[in-house]
Structures are given as C-alpha cells and as structure tokens.
C-alpha cells in the first residue's frame, strides 16, 4: 500500500472550534479503546524495568485533550510508576484549560537541553514528511534526558478497511474523512525504522502493537 499524503482537516486553523473539540473527544475514544493509550504505558513500563526508575517527568508534543499520557499515567500509578506531565501542541484550541500546556511548535521545542526524562508524542509523527521526522526526533533528543517515545499508526490495507468500518463509532465527521487520511499517510514501521537509523547518537527499538500501532523507543545513548 502506497503512502499518499492528504493533508487532514483538524490541522487546518480554519477548522471551526466546535467541530474541533468534537473531533479530539472522539481520538480519545480511539486511543482509549484501540491500543493508543495501551502503547504508550507500555514503552512507559520498557523505560521503567531499563532504567530501574519509577518517577519520569514527561512532555507529550502534539498532545490535542493529553489523554494518552493521562489515561496512562492512572494506570502505571498501579505499578508504583509516577509521571510529571506537560502538554505541548501548536493549537491553543486543541488543549484543555486545566492540564499544565504550552503553545509551541513541536519541530522548534522552547524548553532548554535536557528538560524532561521522556518526550514523547502519539499519533503526530505520521503528519510529517522524512525529512521533519528526523527534525523532530533530534529536538526531542535534545530536551529528553532519557528517551523519545514515538506511538503511531502502522499504515496497511487491512488498517484503512478497519477504519472504515469504525465510522458509526465516530461522532464528527471531521474524524471520518482524518482517519483515512492518517492511515494512508502512515509510515510501516519498516520506514520508521529506516529513516531514524543512520544516526550514531541514539539506539532505537520497535514494537508493534494491537491494533496496527506501533511503538518506537529512541534511547539517549548519554544519558544525564
């Protein structure tokens, strides 16, 4: 399956807020019920059992309502696992008002060298071409003082087929038309893979996760 870039109507500044705030409740449905949330705690647990640690701060870039590293944090509080969140995303509308955010862009992080333990980002990196993947994943490097986690979409036909039978399950049509746009511009994880693999500063794993997700964990070789 080809990877065919159209671009999705919540990233529009013209997208009206009503149907924005539509289109964010029903991602967290998606990440909640549909492996978003269950990737993300998992490569939080990998971080964990690696680095014998149990208390991260964390800066989720793109972070739209911030429930995937929230859900996910109720969660991992059950391990004795803690983590100290900020939201960052471009949009203002996109974040909620009672959660700690920033309005920033994520390929141009404001925050100084070795800011938080994790960077992590769910569901943003298949919006960038090549080029902005290696971009992003070295800005994060920079302000993370132990790993980058990366929770995206595996692009595959069974995917966009599975999508279009979840589309009574969504309640704005904005999400309709974006979730075909997101799967057919999804990176394999053999792309992902590929294009993150030629830099000497960082060790990468990969995971696949039910359904259609995958999980990168881009480890900070020096870790401060």
């Not at 964990?48 to 972070?63: H, I, W």
């Not at 999508?163 to 799967?183: F, I, Q």
Request: proline share 5%.
């Amino acid at each position: 399956m080809r990877r065919v870039v159209t671009q999705e109507i919540l990233d529009s500044p013209d997208c009206p807020p009503a149907e924005v705030d539509k289109s964010l409740r029903d991602l967290s449905r998606i990440n909640r019920w549909f492996g978003g949330v269950a990737t993300t705690r998992k490569l939080i647990e990998r971080v964990a059992t690696t680095t014998g640690k149990k208390q991260f701060s964390l800066l989720e870039v793109a972070a739209g309502h911030g429930e995937v590293p929230m859900v996910a944090a109720r969660q991992l509080a059950r391990q004795g696992i803690t983590l100290d969140i900020t939201l960052l995303d471009r949009a203002h509308s996109h974040l909620l008002p009672d959660n700690r955010s920033v309005v920033a862009d994520a390929l141009s992080l404001p925050f100084p060298d070795n800011s938080f333990d994790l960077v992590s980002s769910s569901l943003f990196v298949h919006h960038l071409e090549p080029a902005e993947v290696a971009q992003f994943v070295n800005e994060a490097m920079r302000v993370s003082r132990v790993a980058v986690l990366i929770n995206d979409l595996i692009r595959h036909p069974l995917h966009l087929a599975l999508v279009y039978a979840g589309w009574p399950l969504m309640r704005s049509h904005l999400s309709r038309v974006d979730g075909v746009a997101s799967v057919r511009r999804a990176y394999t994880a053999q792309e992902m893979q590929n294009m993150l693999a030629n830099n000497e500063r960082h060790e990468i794993s990969l995971s696949r996760h039910y359904p259609f997700r995958m999980g990168m964990l881009v480890w900070k070789l020096t870790q401060v």
